[in-house]
């Protein structure tokens, strides 16, 4: 974990404090179902939740007690004697530690896809806000970094909303993936606790009984949620790259917010440099790799081994954390993104009409012109524009072979911007729904 | 593509022969929408169909047509028109290259998502065959590689159900990612052609309009595609690394299936190598690792750039072909899978009876005896079975300490296998539904 | 292998025909050896170069064998039997297929490599070329995509050799890695073979004998290897990138070569697309991924696993080939790159002198005036420039206060580019050697 | 970082003491320069050195100064002029951040990669005393996790020295690609700044001036670098995996060590869990995986862009600080590794005398014994090893169709371990060096 690329709320999820608390509701609801099975005395489980409920547990003193017994669940269990005293003996009966350890790492994973969803929706909303806000915004379309046809700025956004909300989709899904519970014993096999068990405790946590396990959790639900959380990442980066591009000097169609009086950008006014977009890239980077590490966890051998749980102390924080951080810098780079229509424009007439060129090709070819001869007086036009800055109507509006084949009005017909965006409506319709 | 591990049928989808044919009906469907709005004659349409539709594509003489234009829809097209004659001019008329790329793209892999969810519900019936005939064959759980409680044989393979069953959901959503069609023109604005066209093509062909497209369709989809595929080869390698440890020498409670004749196997016949699962491990590396290389395709350029196509080129085919081969090699091992409950048996029994210790501990303290007494108790018999082979529970029974604590009836019950099976119904239940 | 991005010379070291020469080499001198230890007749050794030196494998009939037998090298050698008749007995004596397989995989790696090396000796010198041709070519350097200080084209080309020189150091490296010999027999005890054939085969084939094998040469070594091919691949990212970006239709201050006639460009002359270069970055992409698989392969299992050769399968050709391609494509592309000094220099200007701000600003402290003030002066006569276009240089000049800190002389020294490319010199004797 | 799997030493290279202090050093050696050249007065160079050279920078301030000017090294700036006074203005003269932040970057990277040799030297003298130990201690090789020919676990040991002795070279190799400094000032001109600065701080600090920077050094070296970093993690996880598969329940033929009292394995004494070498199998996977992203860092735009900066900031800590970790874990292992000769030798014989099947067989041959009928001979009396537990050797000698062709000292001397381990010095001679 980066301090610098953390916020506070999901960095909560994974501390110490968390994880320990975490522990005892699931120690402590499993008490209930055994106390109603009759295993433990029902005043056992009522006592655990008593005294253990408002307990602070001591981090250091439980860390203390680890590197002592050299076992997590067990120093912690130790403490929790401390507070609940002489009926604890009845607390993690059947139990194994994973049992314990693999429910608390989903439902920590859950809490922070429930923070990452909330994020989803905030960046939805700045989306969604600044393509209506844009939705006439003219502007080209590039492939290959290359001017195209137009589009508008609002389009553009609608995209990112539609991307972000399939985001949303897949991390609902990798949530579902992984809200589940396991209380099934060495091996998974229940020999030593009641199913009705994990079922309460499933339950009371919002999860769903793991419907077999093997002492513990199958990482194959693990692996597609950080393959989830890496595609989600990729997402970042396109939105990210297309706001660098955007503002490069050349281009300076959008800027990061820039408060007025933030320092730098006095003496060099151009000097304003896209560094969280930037940011987000390296970040999208971190959080796509963590996927690899994550698939190559499936694998463990027989009932388990115990590979996995390095490799999720580094990428269950630095996978939700990062991922949560840059979500948050993304929505506010999208809810204070200064765009700038007229650098559009005049991007967009760079070269004076040229983008119109094919829509007067296609047009000279319906006019009668063979397809040949429509290429050359497209062509010997546009190589003015392109040659000495001339304008495209201009030039053709005063080529006799061409008002030949289509009149002045035809002709600047084919230099409407209108053209181009109207569908815009129905694609908003699409990505938004109907007004 | 490596022709060992390709099976026909999915070779098939990604032959240019397919692709030709597929290209043509996204032309062929976009000419009947286009006809009905009335754009172009009907019976152009319809002659498109007829001398189109039953001709046989030269991919010879497109591949010939292409190094001269260097532009394979073009090429394709020109050839296209040499059977469909004059009408011809009306064929992709206001649509990209990238409308009939992206769109074949996509039914391409929704046809190898077709051959794959087959192929999981062959294995998905191996494994349930398998894993109801061995439901109750006992065998050790491990943990760490270590014995840790008895677990049934069957139970592993219930596991692995539900493991690929998760895979086949997971599929199936990944398939509904890429089911989408494009026909929205030059950055996908839909400029030069009406959206319906889309939507009949789309319909036609069993797919879903994509809302907002950018000449290309969103890389996102793909990206969760391939990383969907990803797991799955994560879940094959798990399982053939069960497989493997299973068949070690020292195991040998499984082994992949040798034909009686098989050559090599009598001089030696320990020898017989799970070569195959060994093979399933290298070809998950493969899967898995195109996972990234198709999140780094999602942060396209503007409205596209062309770097994508190139790593689709490679993982369209090789990661559908390989993991299609995988899936059917592993339903083949797991099918002939040679068990071997006498082993398992022997295996579990490697140290007489050390497996129920637990349970005597347990028992012992549950009898008042105080924890560090049981502890020591267990102990001391546990080390004679451990060091010099002996039995534990004949150590138990002259143990007088302990008898003075449980009966010998009680202490033979702590030996019952099917204390750690009892559950195996309710987990069966779980995974493949009441019967 | 993908046909459209393979080269003959790459591919054929991959060829059926290739491995069974080599092969038979193998054995061939493995047979020199055993010869001169008195194992095998002399008399047979000669025999099997002599029958065996110049056939002509016949690929179909050994495939054809191995379906039988199940076994590659035992087909190959039943084969090479038919040539060499009774003497072909004393082949392969002591030996393991995987002595032929993994020595043969080097030898095509180190070939490989040689194929590459002369691959980067071409790009070098066509950045070489290119380098002194626009050492003194004026251009913005940016950074953030931002204008920043001026450099020369030639510095970027400079950067870009001084890379792929440590490119090519780095597969000089990874070169020596793979270039190794095993003739060990089974797991690699020399039991059934002297160590004195594996180092004349080594001797033989210029390779080095593996110090220590175990049946299998050691993974790491390919690992390495593979590692390093991913990093050389992103190094052609860079550049394509660098060049992509020079080519964005805002920017252009380079150009991808395009013959005069070629299609597409006539109409809309400002439509060339960067495909070369992009068509790279996807070609980076997939070599780069290839790294984790091998590094996956190598902690194979006690003396061997199978599992890394199907990885290898695939990672074997389409790395080299793939690669080989690439720098072949990027070869291409810096020697015939347009590039357009009057846009660089355009760019350069396009805020009007005010890429110089940070020199007027330094001048202004150094002149006495107090930072605040500096600040302020330059400030206000920047925001004339960015924000109507006027001159940076003729503002200051009508600025009394900045003029009272500074002459006019003073002023207009601030202005020369040649401030900035007095080190040129320096670097490119750093780079190429003092001239 | 994981506080868990971090040594102080390497974290404190990471620490922001550590860091500002070099940062200091880069500053105060440039002034020695610029005073060396007349830029600056000589005693403002004294100054600075006596008035930083003791400072204790106070961390929490420069934050706090960070948090208001949003520039770490304004921040460590204006944080030293509180110490150093008003010569403080004649520090970073013509430098921009990146000189300061790569050069400490890779100083940073630079004393790790000692500390990773040293850990390498150690984990090397583990290996070697181990291997000499048990050079001669027969055990049985495996192909395949099947049982193969004997060697000895002095070989295997001197295998993995091999294997970490061509890390050590490659960590030497990729420590040098990292030892560069640039003080090249914006976009890497020298415009503001004279070479000989960057070349008397790169010899002070032990670095080499890097041939041309581009404000930033080229990430190429650092791809390399975490790339190698990368597969000297996969060699450890190939070791760990070796470890693991010998402590098996059923093969046990070494363990990590156990302390005689340490808990847990008291009532099941088979129980001695393989947690470390389990724990280093998911630290390789998270260190190999940082080698992505590095790669990734390679293709900044332009002159430059921030993206790489957040990747390193977690992979230059995680990568060095869990590989120091990691191998000084392996070495602690290896160190205090149980081996079990005894079990070595049962498992070796658990098919009595079969291990041998192979000479035999090739014996009966050279004793003119056709190959059909050797073969018939070698399998039926294997089979009776097989499948009734018989002695190999005790059922050939009673089978009067083997005794006619090979004498009873013959076959004796066919069983006869010291035929595998002949050439046993040969290795460690070539891996260790002559005696």
Redesign the interface.
Same mark, same amino acid.
């Given at each position: 974990m %980066?301090p610098?690329?953390a916020r506070p709320q999901m960095v909560s999820i994974w501390s110490q404090e968390t994880k320990f608390r975490i522990w005892f509701e699931i120690e402590a609801h499993a008490c209930d179902a055994l106390a109603e099975l009759g295993v433990i005395p029902k005043d056992a489980a009522k006592t655990i939740w008593e005294k253990g409920g408002g307990a602070t547990f001591d981090v250091e003193r439980i860390d203390e007690i680890e590197r002592e017994?050299?076992?997590d669940v067990i120093a912690f269990l130790t403490h929790l004697a401390e507070f609940v005293g002489p009926d604890s003996r009845f607390i993690h009966q059947g139990m194994t530690s994973s049992d314990v350890l693999d429910t608390c790492f989903n439902i920590q994973l859950v809490r922070a896809s429930d923070l990452l969803l909330a994020d989803l929706d905030a960046l939805l909303a700045a989306l969604k806000r600044r393509a209506f806000e844009h939705k006439d915004t003219v502007t080209i379309?590039?492939?290959?970094? %290359?001017?195209?046809? *137009?589009?508008t700025f609002g !389009?553009?956004l609608?995209?990112a909303y539609?991307?972000f909300d399939?985001?949303r989709n897949?991390l609902v899904?990798a949530r579902e993936?992984i809200a589940t519970c396991a209380i099934s014993?060495?091996?998974?096999?229940?020999?030593n606790i009641d *199913?009705r068990v994990e079922e309460h405790v499933a339950a009371a946590l919002g999860l769903k009984?793991e419907? #077999?396990?093997?002492?513990v959790i199958?990482r194959?639900?693990h /692996?597609?949620y950080f /393959?989830?959380l890496? !595609?989600i990442?990729?997402?970042i980066?396109?939105l990210?790259?297309?706001i660098?591009?955007l503002?490069?000097?050349? !281009?300076l169609e959008a800027e990061e917010y820039f408060s007025p009086g933030q320092?730098?950008s006095?003496?060099? *006014?151009?000097? $304003?440099?896209? #560094?969280l977009t930037?940011?987000l890239?390296?970040?999208?980077?971190?959080v796509?790799?963590?996927?690899? *590490?994550a698939?190559?966890? #499936? /694998?463990?051998?027989?009932? $388990?081994? %115990?590979?996995?749980?390095? !490799?999720e102390?580094?990428?269950g924080p630095?996978a939700t954390i990062t991922l949560d951080f840059a979500l948050a810098r993304l929505t506010g780079v999208i809810d204070k993104l200064l765009v700038y229509p007229e650098r559009m424009d005049k991007?967009l007439n760079?070269?004076k009409g040229?983008v119109h060129?094919?829509r007067v090709?296609l047009a000279l070819t319906q006019a009668g012109v063979s397809r040949e001869d429509a290429?050359r007086l +497209?062509?010997r036009n546009?190589?003015k +524009?392109?040659e000495h800055g001339a304008d495209f109507l201009t030039e053709l509006l005063a080529d006799k072979d061409v008002t030949a084949a289509l009149s002045e009005a035809d002709l600047r017909e084919k230099f409407d911007l209108g053209?181009?965006?109207?569908? #815009?409506d129905?694609?908003f319709n699409? +990505?938004f729904g109907a007004a």
């Open positions: %980066i610098r690329y017994t050299k076992h379309g590039r492939s290959h970094g %290359i001017h195209a046809e *137009p589009t !389009v553009k609608a995209l539609a991307e399939r985001c897949r899904a993936e014993g060495a091996v998974g096999t229940f020999a *199913p009984p419907p #077999v396990s093997t002492q199958p194959d639900r /692996a597609m /393959a989830t890496g !595609v990442a990729s997402s980066e396109r990210a790259t297309e660098r591009h503002q490069r000097t050349e !281009v320092k730098g006095s003496a060099m *006014p151009h000097k $304003r440099n896209p #560094v930037e940011n890239t390296g970040l999208a980077r971190m796509r790799s963590f996927a690899i *590490p698939m190559e966890n #499936v /694998a463990l051998w027989h009932e $388990r081994d %115990i590979s996995h749980s390095s !490799v102390r580094y990428i630095d991007n760079q070269f040229l060129s094919q090709l290429y +497209v062509q546009a190589m +524009v392109w053209y181009h965006t109207k569908h #815009v129905t694609i699409r +990505v």
